[in-house]
């Protein structure tokens, strides 16, 4: 069965840096594309950032351009998001998501990012 793990959260300053890795399994990682949502407390789950199958196509949120680089290793199955500058307002619990045939959608458990002082 489609498993994804997200790892890579923590606590982080504001203007820190977290990458963020989701390991993907049960599926044939590299024949779909992949994406980054998040989740504050008090407000609905929005898409980050997602990739292309192949990982030559890429696109993200207005709030995150600039500063987030999502990223995929096909050879090991894994998706990443480096996000650097951050910024309270990027506090949230991040999901893995993918998306297969327009139908069957699946998320990871979520990874938590606290962008405190």
């Known amino acids: 069965q489609v498993q994804l793990v997200e790892s890579g959260g923590g606590l982080v300053q504001p203007g820190g840096s977290l990458r963020l890795s989701c390991a993907a399994s049960g599926f044939t990682f590299s024949s779909f594309p992949m994406n980054w949502y998040r989740q504050a407390p008090g407000k609905e789950r929005e898409l980050v950032a997602r990739?292309?199958?192949?990982?030559?196509?890429?696109n993200y949120a207005d709030s995150v351009k600039g500063r987030f680089t999502i990223s995929r290793d096909n050879a090991k199955n894994t998706m990443y998001l480096q996000m650097n500058s951050l910024k309270p307002e990027d506090t949230a619990v991040y999901y893995c998501n993918t998306v297969h045939w327009g139908i069957a959608n699946y998320w990871g458990q979520g990874t938590q990012v606290t962008v405190s002082s």
């Open positions: 990739i292309s199958s192949a990982g030559t196509g890429t």
